[in-house]
């Protein structure tokens, strides 16, 4: 009896390893990145679709000089806004959730070059 229990144990510890529920670690879905690039034309893209209630990261580059677009501004509900300032050539990130669905809008400091978020 006790070489086979010798021999089960092993086995049981073996075919075990394979069948036991592991409690692993569920990767974090990482926020959306939505790139949009200062050019010579304005915001490029202008219009963005994004889903209500989901991290988004926003990432601003600006490419060139010859812009009055050296900053943009967020509109979010309500009086509340997001200012950055945007380095030539440096992207600029902007970590938001949006609560609800609706139009939001995203412009330079001036308010001439402007562009649209939709949220779904």
């Known amino acids: 009896m006790p070489k086979l229990l010798a021999v089960l144990i092993p086995v049981a510890l073996f075919v075990g390893s394979f069948t036991s529920a592991r409690a692993e670690p569920t990767p974090s879905k990482a926020p959306a990145r939505i790139e949009v690039r200062v050019t010579k034309k304005g915001f490029e893209p202008d219009n963005i679709t994004v889903p209500a209630r989901?991290?988004?990261t926003l990432v601003f580059l600006r490419t060139t000089e010859a812009t009055c677009t050296k900053s943009?501004?967020?509109?979010l509900d309500g009086d509340k806004k997001i200012e950055r300032e945007l380095p030539l050539d440096k992207p600029v990130e902007i970590a938001v959730t949006f609560p609800r669905s609706?139009?939001?809008?995203?412009?330079c400091s001036m308010n001439m070059t402007k562009g649209t978020i939709i949220v779904q």
Do not use: D, E, S
Request: net charge positive.
């Open 54 to 56: 989901t991290p988004i």
């Open 72 to 75: 943009v501004v967020l509109a």
């Open 102 to 107: 609706g139009r939001l809008g995203y412009a």
